[in-house]
């Protein structure tokens, strides 16, 4: 069994943390529970967000925990509940897609009626859904349980991954320039640096999904399709 869902509106929640929680904490729960009492082995998915940023060095499964937002406490809740039960809980990150509503859709959207500022001081691990899927596919079939961190592999910043996006639409990248965080606030903080590393594949037994850039270029053949 696989669940996706999930309450993913990051600043929203911050005035819905109860409702973050429920979705993403109790019912996850609820969900685990079930799943274990019938012994049907399930894979849920949790977030970078659980993790402060404030590290200089990327997070692995044993690092500790401490969510800036509403939203990363809601995602811990569930993830925490799910182990209990002998889930897959599998973090990932800045889950980008060819396929639905997502940050690099928006940018090419954006891009081709007006110059964007996009953020450069926020770190993290770009990950296409379809590697995405495919890894944690690979790793319920192996019977993996426990936390996993699976991202595409390479970090960078939202600015950096919004020019090669632009880029490779065939439109000009220098559409895009950099910005801060404190340009512009939201109601929920970021974390400055969320890259995510593994210390289980390969005691697992899984190879490390490809680099983001191997990726993204069928990406965004496939957004300009629809956007």
């Not at 973090?91 to 450069?120: C, M, Y």
């Not at 379809?130 to 993996?144: E, T």
Request: charge should be negative.
């Amino acid at each position: 069994m696989v669940n996706c869902a999930a309450y993913t509106a990051v600043d929203r929640a911050e005035s819905e943390e109860e409702l973050a929680t429920l979705i993403n904490g109790e019912a996850v729960g609820a969900l685990a529970s079930w799943a274990n009492a019938r012994s049907v082995p399930l894979v849920t998915f949790s977030t970078d967000y659980v993790f402060p940023g404030t590290s200089g060095k990327p997070y692995v499964e044993t690092s500790p925990t401490d969510p800036v937002n509403a939203y990363g406490r809601s995602k811990l809740v569930g993830e925490r509940i799910a182990l209990e039960h002998g889930a897959l809980v599998v973090r990932t990150s800045w889950v980008i897609s060819g396929s639905h509503p997502n940050f690099v859709a928006t940018i090419l959207r954006e891009v081709k009626d007006q110059e964007l500022r996009v953020v450069d001081d926020q770190r993290g691990c770009p990950t296409v859904a379809a590697d995405l899927a495919r890894a944690s596919l690979a790793a319920h079939r192996a019977g993996v349980t426990g936390l996993l961190h699976l991202t595409n592999q390479g970090e960078t910043t939202w600015y950096e991954l919004a020019r090669t996006s632009v880029g490779l639409a065939d439109s000009d990248p220098s559409r895009v320039s950099p910005s801060e965080t404190e340009d512009y606030p939201t109601p929920a903080r970021r974390p400055a640096y969320s890259v995510l590393a593994s210390e289980r594949l390969e005691s697992v037994g899984l190879d490390p999904m490809p680099h983001w850039r191997e990726s993204i270029g069928d990406l965004v053949s496939e957004l300009k399709t629809w956007i």
